[in-house]
């Protein structure tokens, strides 16, 4: 079954890049990796997705290792309007497969 | 705004009422998507629509619980005689065929 692993939670810097890790060995071919994160009490916020490439878009950067088993979701220069749980999902066909997520805190 | 819409944004009943809730999606979207979210936890699907029609339900739909989306625009979601164990965040999506979900600021439910 399809299944993404990430840490607990992670702590930053204000205003250093953050790289947040993900594992996901049981990914099959036309799975997509999406990132989301989730602020309390609010719901998810689309944040990148990808295939085999890696990504880029004015919210972060994507970068997903050559043998699609994992990926990492860069924050170029973290804000503290950038701490939320951050979940890593397999798309498969039309179901986001989510994991428990890695909640950011961003130290000022 | 013209994201994913939810409503009501917080609901209190007691064991054995029911309960419906509605979404309206982004306009433009012909996907909406249904989850239900614990403390703690991401998200679980439940069902989605492409258009009208309702092309999945997950096990964890059971049979007091059903979704609609007349006409292909907004949907509702219903839980007959609630249990304490429905109480959870009602998520909604919506999305093109191919595209990522954008998900509205859901539903809390709360069973007394």
């Known amino acids: 079954d399809a299944k993404t692993t990430q840490p607990n939670s992670m702590e930053s810097n204000e205003e250093e890049p953050v790289h947040l890790p993900c594992n996901h060995s049981t990914i099959s071919g036309t799975d997509y990796i999406h990132w989301y994160r989730q602020l309390p009490s609010q719901g998810p916020e689309y944040v990148i997705h990808?295939?085999?490439?890696?990504v880029n878009n004015r919210m972060a950067s994507l970068a997903i290792a050559e043998d699609r088993k994992s990926s990492t979701l860069i924050l170029h220069r973290a804000t503290l309007r950038d701490a939320a749980v951050y979940y890593c999902i397999l798309r498969r066909n039309y179901q986001l497969i989510w994991g428990a997520g890695t909640k950011l805190i961003i130290k000022p | 705004d013209t994201g994913v819409s939810q409503d009501p944004r917080h609901k209190i009943t007691k064991r054995g009422q029911n309960v419906t809730f509605r979404c309206d999606p982004i306009?433009?979207?012909?996907?909406l998507y249904w989850y239900r979210q614990t403390l703690g936890q991401g998200p679980e699907f439940l069902t989605y629509?492409?258009?009208?029609?309702?092309?999945?339900k997950s096990r964890l739909l059971s049979d007091r619980f059903s979704a609609e989306r007349p006409k292909g625009s907004f949907s509702t979601l219903e839980i007959q005689r609630t249990e304490q164990g429905d109480s959870a965040m009602y998520l909604c999506a919506s999305s093109f065929i191919r595209g990522p979900q954008h998900f509205g600021d859901g539903t809390r439910l709360s069973i007394l």
């Open positions: 629509f492409q258009n009208e029609a309702q092309l999945e």
């Open positions: 990808g295939l085999t490439s890696n």
């Open positions: 306009s433009e979207h012909n996907r």
